[in-house]
């Protein structure tokens, strides 16, 4: 006696589309982006019974309402783009490095020991010059150290680099007690206010234009490094396959090592920016979480360091016009999270409509 056993075909398959025109992604992106804005429209009626124009402008006046918001602005965009450069080489290499946190930190943190130890014992310029190389060593050493066991010894570096932060914070923590000003207050305050020792020099009276510069010049740097070097090529092929570059010749421990010592330094410059420019102090909060939006920035500008610029915009818009929604409408933060959420929550699934296409079957048959 046999058995017909019928089942139905799916109502749509998913494939993997050609890489497609730089023009019709980028349209399905701002659809995507248009679409967010709708649905936080309307979100917006319904539970605030604010006009939704209303607060879209209060987040564009949030930005761009003066000029010393404009120029914070530029400030922040520059900090989240340095350290999205730091990662995208590891990254670009399938090296997951999660601790662009504590590599920042500690590239920090030796700026901050350097002015606060150095600082009317040394020309300011001899001291600057002691930071930078300072901070970029301490970065550089702290992302080395999960590559050496990566490439030794296997181990994972998702945990390793993500513990790693864990440790920069309990050491920057432990240096702000031992160095607090005044006493007991918990907190080092304005590291050399009185005689601006280690201070990085501002260009004109432009307060953050010099890191701008900076991380501009690094940014047309690692886009020729990652395109055009011949240690671009070789982090491209370790990337695809780790055999393949076996295979041709390549020394795969030896690329991740120096990739891993690249990326901590940048991550150090970042730090060097935020104690020497920035802030002129040290805290456990200084990276303010950039080390793990930037592997956000990162992966949407496809590990490109130009197109980054714009990513690093778009998230450094979204959470300072949330920020002034809160405040201007008296909401609490957690409204302006949700409109942040699900803005970047339709740009990220734009990329599924950009990588995949959808097949809809003409008829929805039945198959024995």
């Not at 510069?213 to 090529?233: A, I, N, P, Q, W």
């Not at 949407?300 to 915009?313: E, G, R």
């Amino acid at each position: 006696m046999s058995v017909n056993h019928k089942k139905k075909e799916p109502l749509f398959h998913i494939a993997k589309r050609d890489a497609l025109p730089w023009q019709k992604a980028w349209l399905i992106r701002i659809a995507a982006l248009a679409a967010a804005l709708v649905l936080c429209g309307m979100i917006t009626m319904l539970v605030t019974h604010e006009n939704p124009f209303s607060v879209y402008a209060t987040m564009i006046k949030g930005n761009f309402g003066t000029q010393g918001r404009i120029w914070n602005l530029l400030q922040n965009i520059a900090m989240l783009l340095c350290v999205s450069l730091a990662v995208t080489p590891a990254f670009k290499m399938r090296f997951w490095n999660i601790g662009a946190e504590g590599q920042v930190l500690i590239g920090g943190l030796a700026t901050a020991a350097c002015m606060y130890l150095l600082g009317g014992k040394v020309p300011n310029a001899l001291l600057i010059l002691i930071m930078i190389i300072a901070s970029i060593a301490a970065g550089a050493l702290w992302a080395v150290i999960p590559a050496f066991f990566k490439a030794k010894f296997y181990t994972n570096e998702t945990l390793f680099t993500l513990m790693m932060n864990y440790v920069a914070i309990q050491l920057v923590s432990y240096f702000v007690m031992l160095w607090e000003n005044p006493k007991g207050s918990g907190k080092i305050g304005i590291i050399n206010q009185a005689t601006h020792a280690g201070w990085i020099p501002t260009i004109g009276k432009y307060d953050y234009l010099l890191n701008i510069l900076v991380v501009l010049l690094l940014t047309v740097l690692m886009y020729v490094y990652l395109k055009y070097s011949k240690h671009g090529y070789e982090i491209s092929v370790v990337g695809e396959s780790e055999n393949t570059a076996r295979y041709i010749g390549l020394n795969v421990k030896t690329v991740i090592i120096r990739t891993m010592l690249l990326s901590g330094a940048v991550c150090g410059i970042a730090g060097l920016l935020l104690v020497g420019s920035t802030n002129h102090t040290i805290s456990t909060t200084i990276a303010d979480n950039r080390g793990f939006t930037a592997i956000m920035v990162s992966w949407l500008a496809k590990f490109n360091p130009i197109h980054m610029i714009l990513t690093s915009f778009i998230l450094v818009f979204l959470d300072r016009g949330a920020g002034e929604i809160s405040t201007v409408f008296g909401l609490n933060q957690s409204f302006s999270d949700i409109i942040t959420g699900i803005i970047l929550f339709f740009i990220i699934g734009s990329e599924f409509f950009i990588n995949y296409q959808l097949h809809f079957l003409s008829s929805h048959k039945e198959v024995k």
